[in-house]
């Protein structure tokens, strides 16, 4: 029998992200914490930042799924300490990010997620959501956005 944090943890680490749907917050790494205390459960979610304009929208539907798998009763809480950082996320999440054509975080050299070139240009720091800059490849000619390094 499943114990009942590895469901919700499953349950919730499967909430999709509301700003890059080919990602869930399981991707992303935003799930801190499922826990059992004095027999209740409480999800710890960390923000990619404190300002994120998706937070409400994920609270909603982790509170959502909550209730659909039966744990109506479960706890939500935002922790900011320690800082979310692109470190957390899984590298399946990554790549289905560069197949969605996003280039991914890396320390590295910035890939195109079409071609995989190296020789790339960043056009604006500031992308459609905080988290993204936008990019083109100077090879294959294609506009990218590269999820920021945090």
Do not use: Q
């Not at 680490?13 to 459960?41: C, F, N, Q, W, Y």
């Not at 939500?76 to 990010?97: F, H, I, Q, Y």
Request: aromatic letters at 6%.
């Amino acid at each position: 029998m499943v114990s009942r944090v590895k469901e919700v943890r499953r349950l919730v680490e499967a909430v999709p992200d509301p700003e890059i749907p080919v990602l869930t917050i399981g991707d992303l790494g935003l799930v801190r914490a499922v826990e059992e205390e004095g027999g209740s459960l409480i999800v710890r979610l960390t923000p990619t930042y404190s300002g994120c304009p998706a937070s409400d929208v994920i609270r909603r539907d982790v509170e959502a799924a909550l209730a659909s798998g039966g744990f109506a009763d479960a706890v939500v809480e935002t922790r900011l300490a320690p800082a979310w950082t692109t470190d957390w996320m899984s590298e399946a999440g990554k790549a289905k990010l560069a197949a969605y054509g996003i280039a991914p975080p890396a320390y590295g050299p910035v890939l195109c997620p079409h071609c995989s070139s190296a020789a790339v240009e960043e056009l604006s720091r500031f992308g459609a959501t905080p988290c993204k800059a936008l990019w083109r490849c100077l090879d294959c000619r294609e506009p990218f956005e590269r999820f920021k390094c945090l």
